[in-house]
């Protein structure tokens, strides 16, 4: 399976809808007494349509910065937009899709009833919405025809394709991805990486992917920013300048992909 | 007392295997067999033990002649009514405890204060506001049988995984969508265990009022037989409600099983690929 090339809207257009802007945004936690940094204060403005990677070490603050776009926490500084809607608690507009699939699709329910949750709890604004029906949804995370399982009869990757449909069948102008393949195998993985772009291919949505997976971040985004560890904030932010449609082999040989990938990786782990 | 509550703890795995049950009623008809012998053969007295073909001739002539199920009809009727009322208000107070931090501080010290109270204890009290009649049952199985309820609904609640619950923010649901979708069904594993012990609580507690101001029902007929010394109906009132209890039970694990057909397979696969 590989990814679909479609002409896609340049993403660095002013004042899209599903643009997210973070203005001195940042977390910090009070543990008995003492004030703990979730992460510092940062600005960062992540073009509508664009596919952006986060990456960094383990309590680098990536997942809390997810957290912050996707309204489960709230900034104890700065301000979140989505389009030009200040953030308020989670936003109609972003739906977010957990790394831990088996606890987030709803098991009594079959893999339609669950897409059709999406739906039902979708962003109303038509105006934006891609319309797909949720055999469509199913269809374009390739599990047509599997609509009348249970999600717990289905293998790992399988779910989470489950959950990337419920998302997307919400409408949602932003899809929040957290860590969303780290708990299948490799091979189901490279796989769910390319049903992404196909499904970032085929709608108008904004993905900020978070992974600890370097190769992953280049493989799939625009632009990987990468974070200081312990919540430091952002220590590089960089264009991943490879053509797309992407390849799981060929992309992977490019010359450009390599230095990329060396780069990133002192980046990340700071040798 | 563990008519029912004896099969509470058998793994699931138990129940499916064939074999297991035929097993377990081998065995019961083996020990009624022993029986059988010790009381013809006058190891022990048959005016205490009578033998098991006595039993069931005079089980056999009482169902026949009507005057079980006259009782049997009574103990059930209080027994539901008490239990269905303690199903609605169980659910809805352990929920509502477990999803709002005000109603949790609100009422655990009055449960935890009410709940160690033994239900007998309550009776005499109950007596002198509800008399002896139907009501008072009604009101015993429903004190004995709310308390697991809400219990189990509170911790069932309390146990949503934090994802399951963010699942619900991200997709906005309001406070009211969350219950009805995601928390009560993720947590009905754990209601419904609450619901099976209650089961056998609400028997055993409508049988005991019965026994201490009985009008009627099972609990009051083994109290005739025993002030009027007729033995063999004694057991006659225990076997029927071995009997009622074992088929409650059944009859509550078939319905869990079709309302949690999900939970086996999804907890089988928790944790693997």
Partial sequence: MSAIAIDRPAPDIPGRHNDVHLRNAGKSYADRGRVVRGLAPISLDIAGGSLVAIVGRSGCGKSTLLRLIAGLIDPTAGSIEIGAAALSGPPDQARYVFQDYGQSLLPWKTVMQNVEFGVRHGFRNQAHAHGSTPSESLALVGLAGTGDRYPWELSGGMQQRVAVARAISAQPSVLLLDEPFSSVDALSRAQLQDMILNVWGAIDVTVVLVTHDIDEAIYLADRVIVLEPEGAGIGADITIDLPRPRHQIETREQTNYLAYRRDLFHLVTGE | ?273
């Avoid at chain 2, 058998?10 to 097993?23: D, F, G």
């Avoid at chain 2, 009290?125 to 809400?150: E, H, M, N, Q, T």
């Fill in chain 2, 1 to 273: 007392m563990s008519i029912i509550v004896a099969n509470v703890s058998l793994p699931a795995r138990a129940r499916t295997l064939p074999n297991s049950r035929i097993i377990g009623l081998a065995f019961v008809l083996a020990l009624l067999v022993v029986w059988q012998i010790i009381s013809v053969t006058g190891v022990i007295d048959t005016a205490l033990l009578p033998p098991v073909s006595t039993i069931l001739r005079a089980w056999y002539a009482a169902i026949t002649a009507g005057k079980l199920i006259g009782p049997l009809a009574e103990t059930l009727q209080h027994m539901f009514a008490g239990y269905l009322l303690a199903i609605v208000v169980g659910t809805i107070v352990g929920v509502l405890m477990g999803t709002s931090r005000f109603v949790y501080a609100l009422l655990e010290p009055l449960i935890e204060l009410v709940r160690p109270v033994p239900i007998p204890a309550f009776i005499p009290l109950l007596i002198l506001f509800l008399g002896i009649a139907g009501g008072l049952k009604i009101a015993v199985v429903f004190i004995g049988s709310v308390f697991p309820i809400i219990i189990s609904s509170l911790a069932g609640v309390r146990g949503v995984s934090r994802t399951m619950r963010e699942t619900a923010s991200t997709f906005r649901l309001s406070r009211w969508d969350t219950i009805r979708e995601i928390t009560v069904p993720a947590a009905a594993p754990v209601i419904l265990v609450g619901l099976r012990t209650s089961l056998a609580i609400a028997l055993i507690v409508d049988v005991v009022s019965e026994m201490i101001a009985g009008t009627g029902g099972i609990g009051y007929f083994i109290l005739q037989a025993e002030e009027a010394l007729r033995v063999v109906d004694m057991y006659v009132g225990i076997f029927t409600l071995a009997l009622v209890g074992y088929a409650l039970n059944s009859c509550f694990l078939l319905v869990e099983r079709k309302l949690l057909f999900w939970h086996a397979g999804s907890t089988a696969k928790a944790g693997a690929n």
